[in-house]
């Protein structure tokens, strides 16, 4: 079995635990609780064991987020899709493109939301593979999966075109 380190990284109430949650086929639990520093969580793919380091976005966190995504293969940047937190999150892009050996990607979360920004126009903004999503919502699962299982295939060298059908 291959274990790959993924990191969920971003700031306070984007919607990093639900979007884990949602990956493990759970219903998300809307009560936000902040994660207090980091939280695991693994998920089996085929012969491949995801772990998954939910990183706390809280302020006093950030200056362990370097220890944190260090040796992981692909970084998970969520954004909850406002100008504002995009502006914000752009830091966190510019901290993660220092990091040698990893893939940085965004998730676009609560594009369901009043005023936010499309995954285009963020994907401009932060410069890395923007994913739109809504992460409340249970049929997105499949959506995030594939998208987790493609980027850690580029991450890994391997491009997911080769394989048809994920």
Same mark, same amino acid.
């Given at each position: 079995?291959?274990?790959?380190?993924?990191?969920?990284?971003?700031?306070?109430?984007?919607?990093?635990?639900?979007?884990?949650?949602?990956?493990?086929?759970?219903?998300?639990?809307?009560?936000?609780?902040?994660?207090?520093?980091?939280?695991?969580?693994?998920?089996?793919?085929?012969?491949?064991?995801?772990?998954?380091?939910?990183?706390?976005?809280?302020?006093?966190?950030?200056?362990?987020?370097?220890?944190?995504?260090?040796?992981?293969?692909?970084?998970?940047?969520?954004?909850?899709?406002?100008?504002?937190?995009v502006l914000k999150?752009?830091?966190?892009?510019?901290?993660?493109?220092?990091?040698?050996?990893?893939?940085?990607?965004a998730i676009a979360?609560?594009?369901?939301?009043?005023?936010?920004? @499309?995954?285009?126009?963020?994907?401009? +903004? $932060?410069?890395?593979?923007?994913?739109?999503?809504? %992460?409340? !919502? &249970? =049929? @997105?699962?499949?959506?995030?999966?594939? +998208? $987790?299982?493609?980027?850690?295939?580029?991450?890994? %060298?391997? !491009? &997911? =075109?080769?394989?048809?059908?994920?």
């Amino acid at each position: 079995m291959v274990s790959i380190k993924t990191t969920f990284i971003g700031y306070p109430t984007v919607g990093k635990t639900t979007l884990i949650a949602l990956l493990k086929g759970k219903v998300p639990d809307l009560n936000y609780e902040p994660t207090m520093l980091i939280d695991f969580e693994t998920i089996q793919m085929k012969e491949h064991e995801i772990k998954i380091w939910d990183i706390g976005g809280q302020a006093s966190f950030e200056p362990y987020w370097d220890q944190f995504v260090e040796n992981s293969v692909l970084n998970v940047v969520v954004t909850d899709s406002t100008p504002q937190n995009v502006l914000k999150t752009k830091m966190i892009i510019e901290k993660l493109n220092k990091v040698k050996g990893s893939r940085t990607i965004a998730i676009a979360n609560k594009q369901d939301i009043d005023g936010r920004l @499309n995954s285009n126009r963020i994907e401009n +903004i $932060l410069r890395v593979p923007t994913y739109p999503m809504v %992460g409340i !919502d &249970p =049929n @997105n699962r499949e959506k995030l999966y594939y +998208i $987790l299982i493609r980027e850690l295939l580029i991450a890994c %060298g391997t !491009d &997911p =075109n080769e394989l048809g059908d994920i």
